[in-house]
């Protein structure tokens, strides 16, 4: 690998990166034609549905080119007819997918080189969300907290508003806009009435997601209202009523406690929620961290110490050799507040996915 061709990867991974939230069930993909160090053209998959960005970058290219461009993209090209229709004379791929393996032999056989594993893990990175779902069955769940220097997410009395400063609210905001969900339960939605829409300029709003065994979701809630209209999930026995939602009724947890967490990650992924943002409350994030679910976490933590009141993950202590390990991945002051990221160290999108 060339630190050219990790130059033009990165270009690509941000490329892709502009459809964010907006491709599942389809990974995102970038794409960039050069020769030397010029662009010659680029593309991206904007939606599930559009071109795959090898194709949308090709079809910018000028009839009249000559042959000897470079396409360099984060995954293996759809379309081998178009690269050889064009003078493509070398391949550059990030992933190593397994469904790679057939084209770049017709390639190879078409006198193309290709070269593969270039900036691999920032590729599988970028689309933590699609591996996620095609090595395990379930979303990626990013579990988010706002919380205190003692990891308190509200004081004594109940009030959380506001714990973080507004630099590190708006950073959460981000977070919704790029991931396909947001999900709450029961209690944050009684206690709270969160909005979980996305106030930021240009975004877009991700799907609220419920969990409400009861179906007790107030009909005046401002979820409701305020933007895409929620996935509710509630048990099979919970009472009938009509909400401006989309209710599914699922099976409780083998424990008694809460829902099946088995039937929840299905329906979402039939509804191609891919990633999730999950913003509470505490015995929501116990349940993920238990069955261990939680791909990455999130802690925007304020200098503050409250010495008192609920903490982000609620239930009786881990025993210290079987607690949920994580590994720092960045940290990074967000005004007054300092925002954490953690991902365990072996999260699914690192494995290889299944040939798709």
């Keep these: 690998m060339s630190d050219a061709d990790a130059c033009w990867m990165r270009r690509v991974i941000g490329l892709a990166r502009q459809a964010e939230g907006r491709t599942a069930p389809s990974p995102m993909a970038g794409a960039v034609v ?12 904007r939606t599930p549905d559009a071109d795959p960005a090898d194709v949308d970058a090709l079809r910018q290219l000028p009839e009249t080119m000559a042959p000897g461009g470079v396409l360099v993209t984060n995954r293996m090209p759809s379309s081998v007819e178009a690269i050889l229709s064009r003078g493509i004379c070398r391949v550059v791929v990030g992933e190593n997918a397994p469904r790679g393996a057939a084209l770049r ?3 190879q056989d078409n006198g193309v080189r290709v070269d593969v594993g270039v900036e691999e893990d920032a590729c599988r990175r970028l689309n933590a969300a699609y591996l996620t779902v095609m090595s395990t069955g379930r979303p990626l769940m990013v579990l988010k907290a706002g919380v205190t220097l003692d990891g308190r997410i509200a004081d004594g009395s109940g009030a959380s508003q506001w714990i973080t400063g507004p630099q590190a609210r708006a950073a959460g905001h ?3 806009n790029r991931l396909d969900a947001v999900l709450v339960g029961s ?3 009684l206690v709270d009435d969160p909005s979980l829409n996305t106030r930021i300029d240009g975004g877009r709003n991700a799907r609220p997601v419920i969990l409400d065994s009861q179906l007790r979701c107030p009909p005046g809630a401002r979820v409701l209202t305020a933007g895409r209209a929620p996935l509710v999930f509630c048990a099979e026995d919970a009472p009938h009523r009509t909400l401006p939602a989309e209710v599914v009724r699922v099976p409780r947890a083998a424990s008694g406690e ?3 967490w088995e039937a929840v990650f299905h329906a979402m992924v039939l509804r ?3 990633s999730v943002l999950v913003e509470g409350g ?3 994030h116990r349940s993920l961290l ?3 679910a939680v791909d990455r976490l999130v802690l925007f933590v304020a200098p503050k110490v409250l010495a008192g009141g609920p903490g982000f993950v609620a239930g009786p202590g881990f025993a210290l050799a079987s607690a949920p390990a994580f590994e720092v991945i960045s940290v990074e002051k967000t005004g007054r507040d300092v925002q954490l990221t953690f991902e365990p160290a072996h999260a699914a999108w690192r494995g290889r996915a299944p040939a798709e």
């Excluded at 050069?34 to 998959?45: I, K, M, Q, S, T």
């Design 174 to 176: 981000q977070l919704r």
């Design 187 to 189: 209690g944050t939605l």
């Design 290 to 292: 238990e069955i261990g």
């Design 34 to 45: 050069v020769r030397g160090d010029r662009v010659l053209a680029e593309g991206w998959r």
């Design 258 to 260: 809460g829902l099946s």
């Design 105 to 107: 032999s017709r390639l």
């Design 272 to 274: 191609n929620i891919h």
């Design 282 to 284: 505490g015995r929501v």
